[in-house]
């Protein structure tokens, strides 16, 4: 079974920090990694993916993948009270199927 | 507007029933998914579609049934073998050669 953990949080940061969500993975043949937001009761959407080692920037949202240690995470600079919401990590080894971690919630104070 | 959608939103059965779930998709993506979510967990993979009438088992198949038979449709049947079918149920579309998958609203199975 591939697995991928995640902490379940909450996380709670105020508005305006940086927001740090970590994933770690099990599958060494793992090649795309993916996060999704999910708001409760909706469903995931994505928010970013990143193939290569290195960092990967869109917007306020920062992807750092590091496959030697099997390692991926999700920087949110200039938290936002919208950006309350579980954080689901997802890897794909691509032969089309994917393994999704439980999630981290994000708790954002005002 | 493209998208994916799931109907029905809400749906509540009762022990022993089969059900259906609807997924369709106007994307023309190749591949089509389904998962399973329950509280507090991450989403398991109960089948997956790359390709018209074709279809895989997923990690936890046991009491589901699929069909592909037109490329935009993939229904779920959750059959009275699954013994806890109580969940939000997910179906995903994506494109070839692309890896990205995307969402359907999701459906909420109840069973009193």
């Known amino acids: 079974q591939k697995e991928v953990e995640q902490n379940s949080g909450p996380l709670s940061v105020p508005e305006g920090a940086i927001a740090s969500l970590n994933c770690t993975y099990s599958d060494r043949g793992s090649q795309s990694f993916f996060w999704y937001r999910q708001y409760s009761g909706k469903s995931p959407e994505l928010i970013m993916f990143i193939y290569s080692n290195g960092d990967k920037e869109d917007g306020r949202f920062t992807a750092q993948l590091n496959k030697a240690s099997q390692y991926v995470s999700l920087l949110i600079r200039d938290s936002q009270p919208s950006d309350s919401a579980t954080y689901l990590c997802?890897?794909?080894?691509?032969?089309?199927?994917?393994?999704f971690g439980s999630g981290t919630k994000l708790n954002v104070k005002p | 507007d493209g998208g994916i959608t799931q109907s029905p939103k809400y749906l509540f059965r009762k022990e022993g029933q089969n059900v259906t779930l609807s997924c369709e998709q106007n994307l023309n993506h190749d591949a089509m998914y389904w998962y399973r979510q329950d509280p507090g967990q991450g989403l398991r993979l109960i089948y997956y579609s790359q390709i018209v009438n074709d279809f895989q088992k997923g990690d936890i198949a046991e009491g589901y049934s699929v069909s592909r038979e037109k490329k935009e449709s993939f229904p779920l049947t959750v059959t009275s073998a699954q013994k806890n079918p109580t969940a939000f149920y997910l179906c995903?579309?994506?494109?070839?050669?692309?890896?990205?998958?995307?969402f359907g609203p999701g459906t909420r199975l109840t069973v009193l």
């Open positions: 997802a890897v794909s080894d691509n032969f089309n199927k994917f393994y």
């Open positions: 995903a579309s994506r494109e070839d050669r692309a890896n990205e998958q995307f």
